[in-house]
């Protein structure tokens, strides 16, 4: 599951604009603007969501989930993973 905050996170260590999130994801840019909105999960039909995480791990991020300590978040793999 992906969060709207890991998303808008995600991007911005991409240094990627919402439409080059939805070009990568095959997406329209209005399902990303959907997806990125709330605080918690992201919202949308199945096939998208999976999409827009695909898209973002392709491109080097990394989802981290929520445990007992900290909220989900992202970092970037090194260049070598």
């Known amino acids: 599951m992906i969060y709207s905050a890991q998303i808008r996170a ?3 260590l991409l240094d990627w604009s919402r439409e080059e999130l939805a070009a990568a994801a095959g997406l329209g840019l209005s399902t990303v ?3 990125e909105k709330g605080d918690g999960p992201a919202r949308g039909h199945a096939g998208n ?17 929520a445990d007992e300590t900290a909220g989900p978040g992202v970092r970037l ?3 070598s993973e």
């Not at 969501?49 to 989930?65: D, I, K, N, R």
């Open 10 to 12: 995600a991007r911005g």
């Open 33 to 35: 603007q959907r997806m």
């Open 49 to 65: 969501v999976w999409s827009l995480q695909a898209a973002l791990e392709a491109a080097g991020v990394v989802l981290l989930p």
């Open 77 to 79: 793999k090194l260049p």
